[in-house]
């Protein structure tokens, strides 16, 4: 029997991000994930190394490839929009579960349940973690985002900036993978290729 899940999958690569800004350099769906993916697999090695955290970085990198997946039905619903206010953020969170259904739908039957568990995760203390690591790693994209954005003279990004740091200041308070990638790897988001090298 034909599966369309893969090829749906596929198309995160026409899903462009930040629809509300002007941006130097495009960003789609695709590039997105596969940089929070890079980025929550740092966060747990760091958490399972430095902190002996049972971590799981493998996991989390999958988590991360799948977690806007429902965007490829949804769209980019942009983040001012998104938490407006707590009656359209609800409304969002189910159209969101929603679109991930019917994406888990399109896979065979047998294979639904390794996906699920992608997608919605398991009820324990190391999964929710972990799940909020994947999350503070969205928002470092996004923080990287805008870095790059301001490097390339863009200054359309300088208040999502501010306000996406100020998210991360805190979640390091409470996370020191977070305060880690902050202090060591994110100061050389922006420079030129001969800086880094």
Sequence with gaps: MESHFFATMSRMKYIERWALMRNARQENLSEHALEVAMIAHALCV?????????LYAEKAALIALYHD?????????????????GGIRDAYKEVEAAAEKRLLQQLPVDLRPAYETVFSGEDTESDRYMRKLVKAADKLSALIKCIEE??????????????????LDEMAEAFPEVRDFMTEFLPSYGKTLDELL
């Design 46 to 54: 760091i958490g399972r190394v430095r902190y002996g955290r049972e």
């Design 150 to 167: 301001e490097a390339a003279g863009n200054t359309e990004f300088r208040t999502a900036g501010d306000s996406t740091r100020k998210k």
């Design 69 to 85: 997946a429902s965007e490829i039905i949804t769209g980019d619903m942009p983040t001012p929009v998104k938490y407006a206010n």
